[in-house]
């Protein structure tokens, strides 16, 4: 099972950490799990490149775990309201995306959200 959560203070959602394959089919050809990685892999290109915002991410293939982090989603880290509503939307849009794929593939795949409420370095 695949376990996702997101990371969201004052309603914004600014990260995400996955972990765990997802199990649905044999490795190398599980398409629950490539369509995850497809999806990860698109929220941070369109955060880094299309938004021209920082992002941190790793990703560590041995133990699957994946974790990313756009502090420009942040008042406190961008100034631009406009880039920060970018940065979160698209963020939160992957939350509710998961969410559906959730109602489906309940045995798969699991999905969080966190509140956070200290201050990120």
Do not use: W
Not at 19 to 27: L, V
Not at 32 to 61: G, H, K, P, R, W
Not at 76 to 94: H, L, N, P, Q
């Amino acid at each position: 099972m695949t376990r996702i959560v997101f990371r969201r203070r004052d309603g914004i959602f600014y990260g995400f950490e996955e972990h765990g394959h997802t199990g649905y089919g044999e490795s190398g050809e599980d398409v629950l799990c490539a369509a995850l990685s497809a999806m990860t892999m698109l929220i941070v290109n369109t955060i880094e490149v299309s938004y021209a915002s920082d992002i941190d991410y790793s990703i560590d293939e041995n133990t699957t775990k994946i974790t990313v982090t756009a502090k420009g989603a942040l008042p406190e880290f961008e100034e631009d309201e406009r880039k920060r509503f970018a940065v979160g939307g698209i963020i939160m849009g992957y939350y509710y995306q998961l969410n559906d794929l959730v109602e489906e593939y309940y045995d798969f795949l699991e999905v969080d959200v966190v509140d956070d409420e200290d201050d990120i370095a």
